[in-house]
């Protein structure tokens, strides 16, 4: 099983990023194998041009391919999801996450753009035909700390949902075990957006 996580976040030191790292290490537990990929895993003008032709921008296309799912990590950037996930979401092909479950994660400096991924993130995902759409774990900066060696370290509540939502999302890639899983109250939903 795969995953590919994109990290939407233009900062070296993302925050977000770490909501992957912990998704990763969780997913690793279950032998579900992460592949990342980030702004910095391409020419700048590859992306702002949307050269599809680079070969960057085809080995990105072929590994959503073959991924069974999808972590999307942004910050909020002004109301919205960051501008260097977008140029990332262009890369992939009209309905190019048809029959993949999609759990967004997010992080922002005040809980007041908790629906930002609602209005901006989910109908961009819906639009790339996206199987199942999870609500999203949403992390408020101050629950991801990161220390001068660089070791994150998340609140326990921030953890507690990060670990249900990417267990869910796990459970959602081997149908048996979904079956028999419990029901959280928070889990995937389906697409609502009808396109
Ligand atoms: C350019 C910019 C715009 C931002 N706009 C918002 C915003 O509108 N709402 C919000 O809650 N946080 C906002 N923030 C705060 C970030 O969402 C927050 O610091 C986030 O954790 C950064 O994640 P990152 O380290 O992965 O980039 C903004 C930060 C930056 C740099």
Not at 49 to 62: L, T
């Amino acid at each position: 099983m795969k995953i590919v996580a994109i990290s939407g976040s233009p900062s070296r030191q993302s925050k977000t990023a770490r909501l992957i790292d912990h998704a990763a290490a969780r997913l690793a537990a279950q032998d579900i194998e992460t592949q990342r990929f980030s702004v910095y895993d391409f020419a700048a003008e590859e992306l702002l041009y949307g050269n599809f032709a680079a070969d960057s921008v085809k080995a990105f296309q072929q590994a959503i391919v073959r991924a069974d799912g999808v972590l999307i990590a942004t910050p909020v950037y002004k109301a919205a999801y960051a501008g260097a996930l977008k140029v990332l979401l262009d890369l992939i092909p009209e309905g190019g996450l048809a029959g993949k479950p999609v759990l967004p994660l997010v992080s922002g400096g005040s809980p007041g753009h908790l629906l930002a991924v609602e209005y901006t993130l989910k109908p961009v995902l819906a639009s790339l035909k996206a199987s199942e759409i999870h609500q999203g774990v949403f992390a408020v900066e101050q629950q991801i700390a990161v220390s001068p060696q660089g070791q994150a370290s998340l609140a326990d509540e921030l953890r507690q949902r990060l670990d249900e939502a990417v267990d869910d999302l796990a459970a959602l890639l081997r149908p048996a075990a979904r079956l028999a899983a419990p029901h959280r109250g928070h889990d995937f939903i389906s697409r609502t957006i009808s396109l």
